[in-house]
C-alpha cells in the first residue's frame, strides 16, 4: 500500500536560519507531488507541484523553493526564514488527473 | 484559472441537526470537484469527488454533495450531524491536463449538544 512521509512533525527555527522540509512516497511511481501551506483563515495555499522528476512548478512567488531530486521525494527550502513562512506544511501525492490527493500529517513550522 | 469559494468560514450546528457547507467553483469547463476534512492538526481527508455523470455524489462518512451547473456549486451536505464531524472541511478543484489541486479556504464546522 501507500504511504507518504513528512517530517519533521514541528519546526521552530530563528529568522534568516535554512529550512529543509522532506517528504518521501512508498508504493508508488511517478506520483504528481504537491506543497500546501496552511496559515488561518487563508485555507490551503498551494506553494509547488511537481509531475516529474526535476518538473517543478511554482504557485507563489516567495522565500522558497522546491526540489525532487528522486522519483519519490519532494524537498521544501528556503536559504533565510521570514517570520511570514511560519505556518502548517502539508505534502501531498495523487496518481495523476482528477484522482485522490493524500496527504502527510504536516510539519508545523514556527519561525522566531 | 480554476478556482473554487467557500463563503462560509465558521458554521455552527447542533448535534442531530442537517448540514450544509457551500462552495462554488470558477471554471470554464465542469472541473473535477472534491470535498476534504481535515481533523486539528492532521492531514487532510477525502470524502468524496464529482467527475461526471450522476450529479449526487455519495462519499464516506454518511456525506453526500450535489453538482449544479446552472450555479456553479457543489456544495456538502449531511442529513444528522454527529459530534464527531466537528472539524475543517475544504472543497478542491483540479483543471484536467494541469493536475494541479487548489482548495478553499476552508469551513470551519463546531457541533453543539
Known amino acids: 500500500s501507500q504511504t507518504i512521509h513528512q517530517w519533521p512533525a514541528t519546526l521552530v527555527q530563528p529568522v534568516g536560519s535554512p529550512l529543509s522540509l522532506e517528504c518521501t512516497v512508498e508504493g508508488t511511481s511517478n506520483p504528481n507531488l504537491y506543497w500546501y501551506r496552511q496559515a488561518a483563515g487563508r485555507g490551503l495555499q498551494l506553494l509547488f507541484y511537481?509531475?516529474?522528476?526535476?518538473?517543478i512548478s511554482s504557485e507563489v512567488p516567495q522565500n522558497l523553493s522546491a526540489s525532487r531530486p528522486q522519483d519519490r521525494q519532494f524537498i521544501l527550502s528556503s536559504k533565510k526564514l521570514l517570520l511570514s513562512d511560519s505556518g502548517f506544511y502539508l505534502c501531498?501525492?495523487?496518481?495523476?488527473?482528477?484522482?485522490?490527493?493524500?496527504f502527510g500529517q504536516g510539519t508545523r513550522l514556527t519561525v522566531v | 484559472a480554476q478556482s473554487v469559494t467557500q463563503p462560509d468560514i465558521h458554521i455552527t450546528v447542533s448535534e442531530g441537526a442537517s448540514l450544509e457547507l457551500r462552495c462554488n467553483y470558477s471554471?470554464?469547463?465542469?472541473?473535477?470537484l472534491f470535498w476534504y476534512v481535515q481533523s486539528p492538526g492532521q492531514g487532510l481527508q477525502l470524502l468524496l469527488k464529482?467527475?461526471?455523470?450522476?450529479?449526487l455524489v455519495q462519499g464516506i462518512k454518511g456525506f453526500e454533495a450535489e453538482f449544479k451547473r446552472s450555479q456553479s456549486s457543489f456544495n456538502l451536505r449531511k442529513p444528522s450531524v454527529h459530534w464527531s464531524d466537528a472539524a475543517e472541511y475544504f472543497c478542491a478543484t483540479e483543471s484536467g491536463g494541469y493536475q494541479k489541486v487548489t482548495f478553499g479556504i476552508g469551513t470551519k464546522l463546531q457541533v453543539i449538544p
Open positions: 464529482y467527475f461526471s455523470g450522476d450529479t
Open positions: 471554471y470554464g469547463a465542469t472541473p473535477y
Open positions: 501531498a501525492w495523487s496518481v495523476g488527473t482528477g484522482s485522490e490527493a493524500f
Open positions: 511537481s509531475v516529474g522528476i526535476g518538473q
